[in-house]
């Protein structure tokens, strides 16, 4: 299985418009170790012919640029099979919007992240230009399905959504009491290799459910938005604390460092990196304590083959 990082920030992206943290604005004057993030991406393939995104950030066209796989081999072409989303975020989905150049999108979701995304969102219509242009892939959690290509053909892997602790997205709370298909992650799986990545990419806590997602996966890509639960208190950036947003942090007793210790299967990644996370410093402290665990921080273009 190929995995290639398109973004690896959490929302906003690094730096972020509207940020003068110290992170942010070191790294515009390149006075940091660290470089510019996008918003979280991935894209997978068993066969490098066919993709399958992982989230459709904001900055999805960039993205797409970035990675010749993921150019047209025509006229009219996209070699994006499929696009799964691991909730209704904005920075996870809204680059589905940029892709309404009549031209036919498979979306697996959950039926809950659909609907939030498509229930009364008038800009929904510029993707139902025609009968088809997005196709709809229901996502139960537990549920294991083939993800294929156009046409029907599979594409090697399958996917297995895991319900993880989250809620709903920002626009829509208040709206609906939190579901358990708010927020997923994913095992995805090589069946002629029988290697499996396991993408959790938010995360409010660690729960059985959890550990058994990540269970004999050759890959795991985690939750990495926030290293202390107090950190945009700390910076003076506003009065959310990490488990306000359903991010479990990095550091700390309970932090997800802890509590994976124990948990070495295969290699890890952390990604989702808000803007204001020490461990986007490379010569930081925190980065030296993840990495001391096994960890690696997900960057821009890192490619991994499992
Ligand atoms: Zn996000
Ligand atoms: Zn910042």
């Given at each position: 299985m190929r995995v290639r990082v398109l973004g690896s920030a959490a929302g906003g992206g690094f730096p972020q418009w509207n940020c003068g943290c110290p992170n942010?604005?070191?790294?515009?004057?390149?006075?940091?170790?660290a470089v510019p993030r996008t918003q979280e991406s991935v894209a997978?393939?068993?066969?490098?012919?066919?993709?399958?995104?992982?989230?459709?950030?904001?900055?999805?066209?960039?993205q797409l640029e970035s990675f010749p796989a993921l150019h047209p081999r025509g006229p009219r072409d996209s070699?994006?099979?499929?696009?799964?989303?691991?909730?209704?975020?904005?920075?996870?989905?809204?680059g589905l919007l940029s892709l309404r150049e009549s031209y036919p999108v498979t979306v697996y979701a959950t039926d809950r992240v659909r609907r939030g995304f498509t229930?009364?969102?008038?800009?929904?219509?510029?993707?139902?230009?025609?009968?088809?242009?997005?196709?709809w892939r229901s996502l139960t959690p537990g549920r294991e399905e083939a993800l294929t290509v156009p046409g029907g053909a599979p594409s090697g892997l399958?996917?297995?959504?895991?319900?993880?602790?989250?809620?709903?997205?920002?626009h829509l709370m208040g709206r609906f009491p939190p579901?358990?298909?708010?927020n997923v992650g994913f095992r995805i799986l090589e069946r002629s290799t029988g290697r499996v990545l396991a993408y959790l990419s938010g995360v409010a806590a660690v729960t059985p459910e959890v550990l058994r997602a990540l269970d004999g996966a050759a890959c795991v890509f985690f939750d990495g938005t926030f290293w202390s639960n107090d950190e945009l208190v700390a910076l003076g950036l506003?009065?959310?604390?990490?488990?306000?947003?359903?991010?479990?942090?990095?550091?700390?007793?309970?932090?997800?460092?802890?509590?994976?210790?124990?948990?070495?299967?295969?290699?890890?990644?952390?990604?989702?990196?808000?803007?204001?996370?020490?461990?986007?410093?490379e010569d930081s402290a925190e980065r030296a304590a993840v990495e001391a665990g096994g960890w690696t921080v997900a960057h821009d273009g890192m490619e991994l083959e499992l």
């Open positions: 942010c604005r070191g790294v515009r004057r390149g006075a940091i170790a997978v393939s068993a066969d490098g012919e066919a993709w399958f995104l992982l989230n459709a950030s904001p900055e999805i066209r960039g070699p994006i099979a499929g696009i799964l989303l691991t909730n209704g975020d904005l920075d996870h989905c809204l229930d009364g969102n008038v800009l929904y219509r510029t993707l139902e230009r025609f009968d088809g242009q997005v196709a399958t996917v297995t959504a895991v319900a993880l602790p989250g809620k709903p997205p920002v579901d358990r298909e708010d506003g009065s959310q604390r990490a488990e306000d947003m359903a991010h479990l942090p990095i550091g700390g007793t309970g932090g997800s460092l802890a509590a994976l210790a124990d948990h070495r299967s295969g290699r890890r990644v952390y990604i989702h990196i808000n803007n204001t996370n020490p461990i986007l410093r």
